[in-house]
Nanobody, 123 residues
Framework: QVQLEESGGGLVQPGGSLRLSCAAS????????MGWFRQAPGKERDVVAV????????YYADSVKGRFTISRDNAKNTVYLQMNSLKPEDTAVYYC????????????????WGQGTQVTVSS
């Protein structure tokens, strides 16, 4: 059974940083493309960043370029999202997801999803 468990969310002031982690189990992690998504209240879920199985191909939403960094550690079956210079509009539930597509694009569908972690950016 595939499980994805996010952690690291919380309340942070504007301009602050957080690092989200997503621990995967039940799949051969190093074969899967991974993505981070977010959903703000009353809005659709949007892709934030994606990373290929090897970690060499990365894509970001325009709204987070230069502020967020996606990375992965295949030895630890974990994908990360480092979020810097956070803004109130980054407030959302953040989800990680896994796809059998090894080099996903920003529009690749994902088969497996975590439960999400809340990120709130507020003073």
């Amino acid at each position: 059974q595939v499980q994805l468990e996010e952690s690291g969310g919380g309340l942070v002031q504007p301009g602050g940083s957080l690092r989200l982690s997503c621990a995967a189990s039940g799949l051969t992690f190093s074969y899967y493309g991974m993505g981070w998504f977010r959903q703000a209240p009353g809005k659709e879920r949007d892709v934030v960043a994606v990373i290929s199985y090897s970690g060499t191909t990365l894509y970001y939403a325009d709204s987070v370029k230069g502020r967020f960094t996606i990375s992965r550690d295949n030895a630890k079956n974990t994908v990360y999202l480092q979020m810097n210079s956070l803004k109130p509009e980054d407030t959302a539930v953040y989800y990680c997801a896994a796809t059998r597509v090894g080099r996903p694009s920003m529009t690749t569908p994902y088969e497996f999803w975590g439960q999400g972690t809340q990120v709130t950016v507020s003073s």
